[in-house]
């Protein structure tokens, strides 16, 4: 049995090594099929791969593990903790899965306790990067909030009526790359992000939601009006 509760340790230290492949995607480089026919107006981009490519976001990436360390320091902690305790658990229950007659039942009653342990391990180190996750997604979100305005300024200094998300295109040539157009005006609308939410921060899909319940609850008692008693009748 291997331990699968560390796959994703951190997100915030796997998409440490984001900006790089983001940055190469956003620099692709501008070149045409000979002979080809450019139609004007039209261009494509990859916003994942702008925000992940923007001077803001790899400085914030750089920044995090700094000012996060504390953080980082006990998740890793109690992380080797965790593993050690599961390793003797993991070794039996090796040994007695070899053994010439397996007693099922206790093979059955083994994984449970070690599959509970990871489960509960799993929602304790998730609760333990939580500050370190929800100031990834901060830092993202004041940069995604920028992107509007830089694409719009792009277009409008290309020339351009459409834009395409990359992803959806099957192919084309460079030359309707328009990644670093917005990668350039992005850098100039925020070249730095604050780390730190403020207190009380949740992103964007957390708020709407809230807000959406605080409608509904609202709107309940009005959208569903007691019945009218029957009026008393007259003698």
């Given amino acids: 049995m291997q331990n699968r509760m560390f796959a994703a340790f951190i997100a915030a230290l796997a998409l440490g090594a984001a900006p790089h492949a983001m940055a190469q995607a956003a620099a692709a480089p501008a ?4 002979g080809g026919i450019v139609a004007p107006g039209i261009a494509y981009a990859n916003a994942q791969a702008v925000v992940g490519a923007s001077a803001a976001y790899k400085t914030a990436m750089v920044q995090l593990p700094v000012t996060y360390k504390a953080q980082i320091d006990a998740v890793n902690t109690r992380r080797n903790q ?7 658990l993991y070794d039996k229950f090796e040994a007695d899965q070899k053994a010439a007659k397996p007693d099922q039942a206790a093979l059955r009653t083994q994984a449970a306790q070690i599959q509970q342990i990871e489960q509960s391990a799993e929602r304790e180190i998730q609760q333990m990067a939580e500050p370190l996750n929800v100031a990834q997604q901060y830092i993202i979100e004041q940069i995604s909030d920028k992107l509007t305005a ?3 300024q792009a ?9 395409l998300d990359s992803q959806s295109v099957l192919k084309a040539d460079g030359v309707y790359n328009l990644n670093q157009d917005i990668l350039a005006e992005l850098n100039t609308l925020i070249p730095s992000a604050q ?14 939601a809230a807000a959406q319940q605080a409608a509904a609850q609202g709107a309940a008692p009005a ?8 009026a008393p009748e007259g003698r």
Avoid: D, H, N, Y
Wanted: net charge positive.
């Fill in 150 to 152: 830089a694409t719009q």
């Fill in 31 to 34: 070149t045409s099929t000979p």
């Fill in 223 to 230: 959208a569903a009006p007691a019945p009218a008693g029957r």
């Fill in 195 to 208: 780390l730190v939410p403020p207190a009380g921060w949740m992103p964007r899909a957390q708020r709407e």
């Fill in 155 to 163: 277009m409008t200094k290309r020339k351009i009526t459409l834009v």
């Fill in 82 to 88: 965790i593993t050690a305790q599961l390793k003797p």
